[in-house]
């Protein structure tokens, strides 16, 4: 009988054992999954904050770019509106001509001198507001290398 009990006593220390082993690896595992979930957490703030920045960036932007093209447009009426009192002043046929031909070479250069400056503030608005989202691109793809074993 007392082998009986020696057995028991074996069988209740390593159940302990067994319990205690399974208690601490189930404890290991889900403090990994909650650092894990930490930093998915932590990952999705920051990709948030970047839209938010993004999206900031495009807003200026956009608004920079309509503050030019309706500064231009006012300008352009108010030099055609000057044009054209010239141009029924003129005294002659030929100064009238003269007086077309100058205002729609200058109204030629100065809409290709704004088409360009607006392609610009385009392009500028367009990489502002990639920015952060590449930053946040470039995060994940090195969060995801980290996270591949090693082959």
């Known amino acids: 009988m007392a082998s009986k009990g020696k057995t028991g006593a074996n069988a209740t220390e390593a159940l302990e054992q067994m319990v205690t082993k399974g208690t601490d690896t189930m404890k290991q595992n889900f403090d990994k999954v909650m650092g ?3 930093k998915l957490t932590a990952f999705s703030k920051e990709n948030v904050d970047a839209l938010i920045k993004a999206s900031n960036a495009a807003t200026k932007g956009i608004e920079a770019i309509n503050s030019e093209i309706l500064a231009f447009s006012k300008q352009s009426v108010e030099d055609s509106v000057a044009a054209a009192k010239a141009a029924l002043s003129a005294k002659s046929v030929q100064e009238f001509v003269e007086l077309n031909t100058d205002f729609s070479k200058s109204a030629f250069d100065q809409y290709i001198g704004q088409v360009t400056k607006v392609n610009e503030m ?3 608005t367009a990489r ?4 952060p989202l ?4 470039t995060a994940f793809v090195s ?3 980290q996270a591949q074993p090693a082959l």
């Open 122 to 124: 385009i392009a500028a």
């Open 143 to 145: 969060m995801v290398r």
């Open 128 to 131: 502002e507001s990639a920015e």
């Open 134 to 137: 590449k930053s946040r691109f």
């Open 36 to 38: 894990g979930y930490d």
